[in-house]
């Protein structure tokens, strides 16, 4: 038996409102919220908005989560440790210091490790460590003032708690954290997302918050991963909130995998899902080991 060849089929692109076929000519373009039709102007785009828009904002949706659970899988730069590159075991502020010279976050097993070999200096630049607020608060303006995005975030901080002597102002905060996030800060978007979500300096704002923990997120922030989650939580939305807590707990994020385990002795959760969860989560926590690490830990450093 022969077989007989089929003839492509040529896809022939149209106008979704007026039909009018793409050409040299006509330049068709998508529907930049959903890319499931083309328009040839704005006019019929305009048009076709009220027929087109029930698909096109289900589609969107779509696309927002395709991006929003598939980026953001691994830890930011920021959160390994620069001289053993290894990932900061969770909570970083427990396991880490940052230090005013270089805004560089040092684990507690380097740490330790440099003064073994007895060097007090930062272990990182080796520039003097300050002693006292007023000489660290001056290193921190210093590379504020060279738009340390870094630097910039850890002052606003300062500011938002009332820390190195400073007054705390909410408001300078905020101006901080924007300005860090227009430099590229991600830790920045989070405390952003902290001022909307606890309503300082600013008015409570939800949806704000969670806009700024998602890009946030997108880019491999645990602490706003977790947050998603807890929100959808909070909201009762708790396929999602899982989605969100897996991947927080296979970075590392304890109180991510305490929850999946509670939502499945509700029944929230499946056996496989915390299976998942518990397998990344010591996966994450191995990644951090090492001896310097231990013995810091052992001798309360």
Known sequence: MSCVPVAEVEVI??????????????????????RLVKYCGVDCQRAHRKQHKKACKLRAAELKDEQLYSQGHERMEGDFCPICTLPIPLPMGEHSTVNACCMKRICDGCHYAAQLRGMFDCAFCRAAIPDNDADALAMIEARVAKKDPVAITFLGLKYFYGDLGLQKDVRRAFELFTDAAEHGSIESLFSLGNVYRLGEGVQKDMAKAVELYEKAAMHGHVESRHNLGYNEVEKGNYNRAVRHL????KMGHKNSLEIVKKFLMAGLA?????????????????????HGRDEAKRLGY
């Not at 692109?13 to 998508?30: H, M, T």
């Not at 897996?246 to 707990?249: C, G, K, N, P, R």
């Not at 496989?272 to 090492?290: C, F, M, P």
């Open 246 to 249: 897996l991947i927080s707990a």
């Open 13 to 34: 692109e149209a106008c979704a409102n007026c039909g009018k076929q793409g050409s040299d000519a006509v330049k068709l373009r998508n529907c930049t919220a959903c």
């Open 270 to 290: 499946t056996k496989a899902q915390y299976a998942e969860a518990l397998k990344g989560y010591q996966d994450a926590v191995e990644e951090t080991k090492s």
